[in-house]
Every structure is written in C-alpha cells, then in structure tokens.
C-alpha cells in the first residue's frame, strides 16, 4: 500500500509560469524525494512601475511517503 503527502508551496521567476513551476518543483525535489505531481493551485503576477516583474505560482505538490 502506498501513502502519499501533499505540500503547498509557491515559487517565482521573472521569465514566466512555467519557469516558476519548473523551478519549484526542482527547489522541493532537493529536499523532498518521491515526487509525483504537482497542481498548480494559483497564479499572479508581480507589477513593478507598471511593469510585470515576476510570475507566482501556488502549488500543491504530492510525494510518496518512504517506509
């Protein structure tokens, strides 16, 4: 039988949603094995002087429990 755990956690990048998904995942996957998906939950954008700087995302990340 297999359990499984789901985090939250939120990443950004200046070049766009997908690159701040890919870089959330790679950042949990340092400390987190087991990783089998992740839903992103929301997005925003960051606006600085009228500009978008950032991309955000919320994610819900799921991993396998070890043992």
Same mark, same amino acid.
């Given at each position: 039988m297999s359990v499984a755990k789901i985090i939250?956690?939120?990443a950004e990048?200046?070049?766009g949603f997908e690159a701040a998904v890919r870089e959330g995942i790679a950042r949990?996957? !340092?400390?987190?094995?087991?990783i089998k998906g992740a839903?992103?939950?929301d997005q925003q954008v960051v606006i600085h002087d009228q500009k978008v700087v950032?991309?955000?995302v919320d994610? !819900?990340?799921t991993f396998l429990m070890e043992g």
């Amino acid at each position: 039988m297999s359990v499984a755990k789901i985090i939250e956690i939120s990443a950004e990048s200046p070049e766009g949603f997908e690159a701040a998904v890919r870089e959330g995942i790679a950042r949990a996957a !340092k400390t987190i094995k087991n990783i089998k998906g992740a839903w992103v939950q929301d997005q925003q954008v960051v606006i600085h002087d009228q500009k978008v700087v950032a991309y955000r995302v919320d994610m !819900k990340v799921t991993f396998l429990m070890e043992g």
